[in-house]
């Protein structure tokens, strides 16, 4: 297999409009010597998810940005998977919350989905897509195992988080700080091995 190719350039685009997500890799990229801007800031359109995994659609997603921005992107496609439920909502994770992204809607579903089974195990997954605008990408994937609790507690996090108690853990991933969660969370997993193959620590 070929080397990973390192990222030497000084600006990089977060190719996301969510703002939790954004703040989250903003926060992961802290160390190293780059200026990152959210695709929202820049006004790109946020491309269709037409890919059949979460990575396909990190792919897609840091391909659009890079192509619009001429700017080196990293994206990132995550989400849910149950295997009581056969893998769902798996790559439908932000769909089930509605065109308005109304997770609270998004859990009541999965809880009434989940009503009389009593495996609640699931597992959060996470896809980086760095990209080029040459048309180069790497993509690293990462995991993070819990159970599914009822009802959900906490504020922090966003999307499923309040639902989510991670392995070796009483607390949810909605009652966790944001600097901790940083450091057990499916991204920061994917992040740690995009860091490896990729990045250099900045001196400054």
């Known amino acids: 297999m070929p080397e990973p190719r390192r990222f030497r350039e000084k600006r990089l685009v977060i190719a996301t409009h969510n703002k939790g997500k954004a703040a989250e890799i903003a926060d992961l ?26 990575e396909a659609n ?23 998977v149950v295997p009581a439920l056969g893998g769902e909502p798996g790559i439908f994770s932000a769909r089930w919350a509605g065109p ?34 040459d048309g180069h990408a790497e993509v690293f994937r990462g995991k993070a195992h819990g159970v599914l609790v009822w009802p959900p507690r906490g504020n922090e996090g966003f999307g499923y988080d309040p639902m989510f108690q991670p392995e070796g853990d009483i607390r949810t991933f909605g009652e966790i700080e944001p600097a901790e ?24």
């Open 29 to 54: 990229l802290q160390p190293f010597d780059v200026e990152v801007v959210g695709a929202g800031e820049l006004g790109l359109p946020e491309p269709e998810e037409t890919g059949d995994s979460f």
């Open 58 to 80: 990190a792919r897609l997603k840091a391909r659009a940005a890079t192509e619009a921005s001429k700017l080196p992107a990293l994206a990132d496609d995550s989400g849910l």
């Open 100 to 133: 308005t992204r109304d997770f609270s809607l998004a859990m009541g579903t999965l809880e009434e989905r989940l009503r009389g089974k009593s495996d609640r195990r699931a597992y959060f997954v996470a896809a980086l897509a760095l990209a080029w605008p």
């Open 181 to 204: 969660k940083h450091r057990i969370s499916h991204r920061a997993d994917a992040f740690r091995k995009l860091v490896a193959a990729c990045f250099e620590r900045g001196t400054g």
